[in-house]
């Protein structure tokens, strides 16, 4: 795609959905002027629109608000079981079962891996007062092989996954906290892990602001291990977003993520950009991220830019049935050879997970492919129903074109590259099915399978397949 023509369909299409956003917006305020409606006194606690600050979440102990959240595998248990003076105890018990086949794009005998983890992970926090608490969540993990063609070691692990310092409301509206936490953004399109950090945070009403440094693995995470981890981004990560929300589930945000890499390069990334996402009608939910990477990595100036926009109607009656439309880009480099990198290139830490109108996330852009958003289209359309409203069903489609030809698909968990003679990349269907209906308990189950299309031309007609479950039991 030519790059001018990318940059404009990226700012119509940013331009357009804010656009839409605020005269959404402004609809429902001529409504709620128009139609009296009961409000909170002022004696009463005010209706919060979110969490305090976008990446912390609702986590790390905190209380969760009566909205039944989609089921998120990485979510920190909350710890609310009173064990002593400030003392408080929780956490998750959870089994894990993932199988994938014809990874390699070979309808030979091929390698097929089958594992079973089961998970303990209990959560510590002591609240001294109503300034402090200090948070701690070690996870203990036992894979089984249950089938495995390559002969890999299942190695138990016994990680400290959270362990941190807050301190809060010492200035009414702020947060302060130290050591591993967890980072996260609406949509993981930047964050999904667990850094080492130091992050402050501050919220006045619909406003908020978060600043951080962060690292990953910056002290061992496996207690169970004597080497060190090697971590192959080994980024310092200097991270600045702004948040501001509006009508009843409105929000745009702006976010600068500076990340100077200090062990293998001397790669200095500089990503900037915009996040969006809401209700544009009466059952029309958006989003929209898109971003511009600038900087230089060995020698190289880096140009890249990345949009991903879409829409979910949600229809009245039964099984509430849905509807989504999505579209992701990420630019390519024409031209290796020259001294601009003009691939676009994700943070490195993201999970690129989400709902549609379901109550399970699962990656959206693809659970067998599973791209980074480098040199890469995607086209998404899916389908949805809740039988019930703690039961949903997912179906989704992937189709998939580079921006420029490639023997390379950053991300990938295919173990095979493309022949980089095509673009057309493939093709991949999802199932997903979620359940929170029995209290404490949440399930998941996909079905994936990945058609791979020209780009991989000696194998194109053999596909991969992933099938995996979770079953999680929360204690509080």
């Not at 200095?268 to 991220?289: A, C, D, F, M, N």
Request: hydrophobic share 35%.
């Amino acid at each position: 795609m030519n790059r001018k023509l990318a940059r404009q369909l990226i700012h119509i299409a940013a331009a357009c959905m804010l656009w839409l956003a605020t005269l959404s917006y402004a609809a429902e305020e001529a409504i709620d002027r128009a139609i009296p409606s009961s409000r909170p006194s002022s004696s009463e606690s005010p209706i919060t629109n979110g969490p305090i600050l976008p990446t912390y979440g609702q986590s790390n102990g905190q209380p969760a608000s009566s909205i039944l959240e989609p089921f998120d595998p990485n979510a920190p248990p909350r710890a609310t079981i009173p064990i002593g003076p400030n003392l408080f105890v929780g956490g998750y018990t959870s089994l894990e079962g993932e199988t994938n086949r014809h990874y390699d794009l070979s309808s030979t005998f091929s390698k097929a891996d089958s594992t079973l983890t089961p998970i303990f992970a209990p959560a510590f926090a002591y609240e001294p007062n109503q300034y402090l608490q200090l948070y701690v969540n070690p996870v203990l993990e036992i894979p089984i092989a249950v089938e495995e063609i390559e002969d890999r070691s299942q190695t138990t692990a016994l990680n400290m996954n959270l362990a941190f310092l807050t301190v809060k409301n010492v200035v009414p509206g702020t947060r302060l906290q130290v050591g591993r936490q967890r980072f996260i953004d609406s949509r993981r399109w930047l964050f999904n892990e667990n850094m080492d950090a130091i992050r402050l945070g501050y919220q006045y009403e619909p406003f908020s602001l978060e600043l951080s440094v962060s690292q990953l693995n910056l002290v061992q995470r496996n207690l169970l291990r004597r080497e060190a981890e090697e971590d192959e981004e080994g980024f310092v990560n200097y991270y600045a977003y702004a948040d501001y929300k509006f009508g009843k589930k409105n929000h745009i945000g702006l976010f600068a993520l500076y990340q100077d890499q200090q062990r293998l390069g001397t790669a200095q990334p500089i990503t900037v950009g915009l996040q969006s996402s809401g209700r544009l009608l009466k059952g029309l939910k958006y989003w929209l991220q898109t971003a511009a990477v600038r900087g230089s990595d060995g020698g190289q100036r880096i140009r890249g830019e990345a949009i991903d926009v879409g829409l979910t109607q949600a229809f009245d009656g039964a099984w509430e049935p849905s509807l989504t439309v999505g579209y992701a880009y990420g630019t390519g480099d024409s031209n290796p050879n020259d001294n601009v990198d003009a691939r676009f290139r994700q943070s490195g830490f993201q999970g690129n997970s989400d709902k549609f109108n379901g109550v399970a996330r699962f990656k959206y852009y693809g659970e067998v492919l599973d791209p980074r958003l480098t040199n890469l289209m995607v086209f998404t359309g899916g389908v949805g129903i809740k039988p019930f409203s703690k039961t949903s069903f997912d179906l989704v489609y992937h189709y998939y074109l580079q921006d420029h030809v490639s023997t390379r698909i950053r991300g990938s968990d295919l173990d095979t590259d493309p022949t980089g003679l095509s673009k057309h990349i493939g093709s991949e269907v999802d199932l997903v099915v979620g359940y929170q209906g029995i209290p404490h308990l949440q399930t998941k189950f996909v079905l994936g399978y990945f058609f791979p299309g020209k780009a991989f031309t000696e194998t194109w007609h053999d596909g991969a397949l992933l099938a995996s479950i979770l079953f999680r039991y929360n204690f509080y």
